[in-house]
């Protein structure tokens, strides 16, 4: 099974795991919304993930492969955590805008 | 009893001060803080009385008295006996030999000091030898002994004073705490075996006359006058010190009997140190016992409360610069300008404090200047090197103890009862209002005055025929106009002494009945002290504006005290004599050659005439014809205003001392404020204008951090291409 694509070669992997990061990248720097701004964060993370599973599919072994489970999971857990804390953010200002936690301005 | 329990008779009050402490801790236990005090000087005394003198071997006091005694064994003095309570400092050195022979020879010839040994190292032998050696051991001997009487005695009857003077006050267990304190040291000054101890217990009984002065302390006066005799003891301790540390180079050892034997024994050669050492100890005692510079401090500490007065700044601790002179007495012949520098300072110091008290307002500075003046009169004794002298200076102490500690207590009654009025111009007549205070202060006056008969007379007839004897020349002296000068001095300081004591007395007692109440209503009136001249009574009333005579609590032992001042002479002489001249203090001197009683009978005549006269001329001026004494005071102006003002010497010290060190801590004051903090400030300034620098950075938008990792993340990986390419 290993190398058998000729239509679908590594390259392409990567490249959609470049898309995805750099998309991700231009919404957090370009976005103030907190809730988009998580979400293109999240954006930049499967970007790499996609990365990840294209090399362990291409060296052949399932460790990255099981690596991207734990990732997953430990991501799932963390973006409940930072929209709870995106919820609690929102009642101290009742905005979203991040310009408005700018307090430790130097 | 066992003479082993000497060792009890500091702890017991050491003790009582713990107690005391505690006692602090609930109001409802405070007033017990007396009773444990007076208790535990009363067993102390107890202790002193009947274990003390067991010490010594009586054998020989009788060849000691008449200078008779020569020492047959070294490492015995035979007079004294050493007591220890326990090993303090100990310091302990090889001493090495170059062959066996001396190294046990020199084992042989200091017994206790060690085995003689070869040394493992080298071929030589050596001696393991304490060189150090400061113990708690106490060290008695017939001087110790009289010592104890003075301060166990006279201690527990102004405790027992204190405990009805001080009644109400706010910090009555911690005035007990400190009487205690200074119980403790006082005896332990007085015991001493070694002069590293005798200096612990000099600077603890500093401390609690520190401690007492500054009794009131929400009284500014107080607070600095409790300062000034701390600072001006430092400056005579200094020397003090610096004496002892001489004495430990020049002798080996700091035991005063070891250094009084090494002192006394024919073999040792003067060398400068000897020279020096005297002058050293004597600073210490100048500080202490008040003479020419060091006694601008006593007049001030008058601000502690009366019976603080009495007790430290009158009986006792002040006479310990005498005794420390007389203990080491040896020490200080073997300089022969020593003594005759203690008798000299002493004399000038008697007479000059006496012109000063008799141009005094206030009752406790009379009495202090007196004091002065007395411990002139006790120098001048134990300075002049003769037997009749130093029993005197003595004798005197302890005379003085008595009537001075009645003076101040019956001064502290009126003290008492006119609510802190101390000016002898606003009270007249009080003779009606307080009788028993009345005549125990005319008893206390008599003797101080040496009045034939009382006790002082014959202790300050003593102290003038050991100045007249060492003036004319008896008992293998030189005759010396310099001490007939001072004889001279003497006499004429016992005419102002006598006049000065009963110008107050006369002044305070008779004439018509007038009195105007101090500005103590009660214990809240602290604000009423402030800025008042003169005020340094006491915290003191009981709400009604009338003179009164005080509690028979407080003039119980006032009896006792006056029957001493009067009758001591009587009782004493003979015992006192015994004393010290079975004590070490009178070793060296000079046997008595000459029967000079003939002298002793002319000078008691003499001094019998000129107290009487200086008593007469007070009566008239101060009872019978006071507008005379007003018109000559008015004539003689600025003599007054001089006098009064203690020669302006306190304002001297003031300007060319105070004042100078005081420019000079500003000085300093504005060189650590500019140059050090400057410094300082400037260390701190760095960093901060580097981070003034940076600052702008932190812009507190989110988007500009993720650019800001954007662009690290690119150079990181342009870094990291670069590297594997240029390979």
Known sequence: MTGEMP???????????????????????????????????????????????????????????SFVIFVLTIAAAEAALALALVVLLFRRRRTLDAAAWADLRG | MDLNTVKWIPWLPAFSAVVCCVLCMRPAWRRWAAPVTVVAILASFAIAMLAAPQAGNPDIRDDYRTGAYEQQVEGEDGIGQTVTAFRWIHFRDYRNFDSEQEARAYAEAHPGRGEAEPDPQTDDWRVLETTFRADFAYYIDPLTLLMLFVVCGIGALVAIYGAGYMSGEKGYARFFGAVSLFIFAMTTVVMADNLVLLYLGWEMVGLASYLLIGYYYHRPSAVAAAKKAFIVNRIGDLGFALGIFMTFWRYETVIIAEVLQMATSGEHVTDWRDYAIPFLLLMGALGKSAQIPLYMWLPDAMEGPTPVSALIHAATMVTSGVYMIARLTPVFELSPYALPTVATIGGITAAFAATIATCQYDIKRIYAFSTVSQLGYMFMGVGMGLRYAIFGGLFHLLTHAFFKALLFLTSGNVMHGLHGQLDIRKMSGLRKVMPYTCWLMFAGCLSLAAFPFTAAFFSKDAILAGVFERALGYHGT?????????????????????????????????????????????????????????????????????????????????????????????????????????????????ALVEDTSQLHLTLMVLSGIVAISGISTAAWFHWLRRDAASRIGEKAAPLVRLLHNKYYIDDLCWACIVMPLHSLGKLFFLIDRLVIDGLVALVGLVPRL???????????????????????????????MMAVYLT
């Open chain 1, 7 to 65: 239509s679908l070669v590594l390259s392409h992997f990567l490249l959609t795991g470049a898309v995805l990061f750099a998309l991700g990248l231009i919404g957090f720097v370009t976005r103030r919304n907190l809730i988009i701004m998580f979400l293109c964060t999240e954006l930049m993370f499967q970007g790499v993930v996609v990365t990840l599973v294209a090399f362990a599919f291409y060296h052949g072994n399932l460790e990255g492969q």
């Open chain 2, 478 to 590: 030189e005759p010396s106009n310099w001490f007939f000068f001072l004889g001279g001095l003497a006499l004429a300081t016992a005419f102002l002494t006598a006049y000065y004591c009963f110008r107050a007395w006369f002044r305070v007692f008779m004439g018509p009945t007038e009195y105007e109440m101090g500005t103590d209503h009660g214990h809240d009136e602290d604000a009423a002290h402030g800025g008042h001249e003169d005020a340094h009574g006491d915290d003191h009333g009981h709400g009604h504006g009338e003179a009164h005579e005080a509690s028979w609590l407080m003039l119980s032992p006032l009896f006792i005290l006056a029957a001493g001042a009067l009758f001591a002479g009587f009782i004493g002489y003979g015992i006192v004599q015994e004393l010290v001249w079975s004590s070490t203090a009178a070793i060296t001197m000079p």
């Open chain 2, 690 to 720: 580097m981070g003034r620098s940076v600052r702008p950075s932190q812009a507190g938008v989110l988007q500009g951090y993720g650019v800001a990792m954007l662009a690290g993340l690119a150079v990181v990986v342009a870094v990291v």
